[in-house]
């Protein structure tokens, strides 16, 4: 069970005190202050948001990143504001990228012409893997 604190003297002499927009009230017996638990949001797990950031930085758009990890381009942009992401120049190069399985990213590597004149990445997702390439505009 989740220990609850006065968040105005921290301390743990608590009890409650009714509910309020269906939200638990509570009562510090140390200095009669009166407060609600914060809501608990959903987070999303910091391994995306990572993985989100490191894909921008590739140069992977944040609605490509949405379709591949499944979250909302909003909080990829929220995250980039947050964490003060530059966007990457853009260069005559441009990203392609592929998810593959195991077996699939074993014979992509093995196909010589895959690495030719290209700049290559690879990532895990959790059981799968995004294959970055960069190719010179032609």
């Avoid at 409650?16 to 939200?23: D, P």
């Avoid at 005559?92 to 990445?121: C, D, I, Q």
Wanted: hydrophobic share 35%; net charge positive; with cysteine.
């Amino acid at each position: 069970m989740k220990l609850t604190i006065c968040p105005k003297c921290q301390s743990e002499e608590i009890i409650k005190s009714g509910i309020i927009k269906n939200r638990q009230r509570f009562k510090c017996k140390s200095c009669n202050y009166n407060f609600t638990v914060n809501k608990v949001g959903k987070e999303i797990d910091s391994y995306y948001v990572v993985k989100a950031l490191q894909l921008y930085v590739e140069g992977i758009s944040m609605r490509e990143i949405e379709r591949v990890l499944g979250v909302s381009h909003v909080s990829v942009s929220n995250w980039v504001k947050k964490y003060n992401i530059k966007a990457p120049e853009k260069f005559e190069y441009h990203p392609t990228y592929k998810v593959l399985s195991h077996s699939e990213l074993v014979r992509f590597v093995e196909e010589g012409n895959n690495l030719s004149e290209a700049g290559l990445m690879i990532t895990s997702l959790g059981d799968k893997y995004m294959v970055i390439r960069w190719e010179r505009f032609r």
